[in-house]
């Protein structure tokens, strides 16, 4: 078998990704893609933690564009990202991985709460841990709840699973000229304004010099690549 060259990763989903083709909520063989994904570098030996975002069910952002107050909209977008953590929690489980989910709002009837030391045993037990609602608080995206928490268990690589095969010095869809980065540098993602993630998980990641991936997860396979070292052919690596 391969050796990872990571022991433990934390896994940034979109929940915009967890659509597919649809327009709103789960897409059943999008989900059922990440929980084999997932199970395939459990199997390998990589302890694996995941934020997963809430923009397929509801996005704080969107809320107060519609006059809804900016603090009320991101407490029902954190509620949008237990919802499909759960949901990745039932389709990894059906596969065999014991799976454990924790919030860090307290809904103690259908999720633990987040403490520092009980996630990191559980990864120790081989168990997938899922972090939902964020970090608990207004106004911080789900990717500097990734971040985060990637350095609060200690974690080797936050690898964040995108649409697309990488960074690109301009948007990709639009223009087709676009030109993909193999590695870049923080700096250069914070001065470029390359979109990869909001600024101050960007700005987490550089302080605390821990390396970031940015990749296509909606090729099977994908994930497997990246933990074995191969995200120069299938993504951009931030350093």
């Keep these: 078998m391969m050796t990872p060259v990571y022991k433990r990763i934390l896994l940034k989903l979109s929940g ?53 107050d900016r603090v ?16 990745l929690q039932n389709s990894i489980e059906k596969l065999g991985i014991p799976t454990r989910v924790l919030t860090a709002i307290e809904m103690p009837q259908i999720a633990e709460p987040y403490i520092r030391r009980r996630a990191e045993r559980h990864l120790e037990k081989g168990r997938v841990v899922i972090f939902g609602a964020g970090t608990g608080n207004p106004y911080f995206t789900t990717d500097t709840a990734a971040v985060l928490r990637a350095i609060e268990i200690n974690a080797d690589v936050v ?19 676009a030109v993909k980065y193999d590695t870049v540098t923080y700096s250069e993602v914070l001065n470029k304004n390359l979109k990869v993630m909001d600024a101050a998980a960007i700005s987490l990641c550089r302080d605390n010099k821990l390396p970031l991936i940015v990749f296509n997860s909606l090729v099977e396979g994908n994930i497997k690549k990246v933990v074995l070292g191969e995200c120069n052919c299938i993504g951009t690596k931030v350093i």
């Excluded at 709103?24 to 933690?49: L, N, P």
């Excluded at 009320?72 to 949901?87: F, K």
């Excluded at 690898?159 to 000229?177: E, F, H, L, Q, S």
Aim: charged share 25%; no cysteine; glycine share 14%.
């Design 16 to 68: 915009e990704a967890l659509m597919g083709d649809q327009e709103f909520g789960i897409s059943s063989d999008v989900i059922s893609s990440y929980a084999r994904q997932i199970k395939e570098i459990v199997d390998m030996g990589v302890e694996v933690g995941i934020v997963i975002g809430g923009g397929n069910i509801f996005r704080g952002l969107s809320g107060e564009s519609q006059g809804m």
């Design 72 to 87: 009320t909209g991101d407490h029902m977008g954190m509620l949008a990202t237990v919802i499909n953590s759960l949901a």
């Design 159 to 177: 690898i964040k699973a995108t649409k697309v095969d990488g960074i690109y010095d301009k948007d990709p869809v639009k223009y087709t000229d």
